[in-house]
């Protein structure tokens, strides 16, 4: 029977990081927004299917620490965003940009 873990935290950002850092790492991360649900629900089973965590973050301003810290330990080849500008503004996918190897 596997194990339970407690996964503790305070910050929706923290529970993120400290969970991917359990996590095998792939070449890739999905990234939902932390707001609403739906989103990474639905990338859920392509996350199950691919290995890669998904991440997530505020819909908008500026990412959390926490998270900044995990995608620099990750060094992901490949980050996909689930949503659109609605979910996921333009400036956090820009700052997500710069954790591209490219």
Not at 27 to 51: E, H, K, M, P, R
Not at 52 to 67: D, R
Request: hydrophobic share 55%; proline share 9%.
């Amino acid at each position: 029977m596997a194990d339970v873990v407690n996964v503790p935290s305070f910050t929706r950002a923290a529970i993120t990081a400290n969970i991917t850092a359990r996590v095998p790492m792939g070449a890739g991360v999905y990234v939902a927004t932390g707001a609403v649900f739906a989103d990474g629900l639905a990338g859920s089973a392509a996350a199950v299917a691919t290995g890669w965590p998904i991440v997530v973050v505020p819909p908008t301003g500026v990412l959390p620490t926490a998270i900044i810290n995990r995608l620099t330990a990750m060094r992901p080849e490949r980050l996909t965003v689930l949503g659109g500008p609605a979910a996921v503004a333009y400036n956090v996918k820009n700052q997500l940009a710069n954790f591209l190897p490219y």
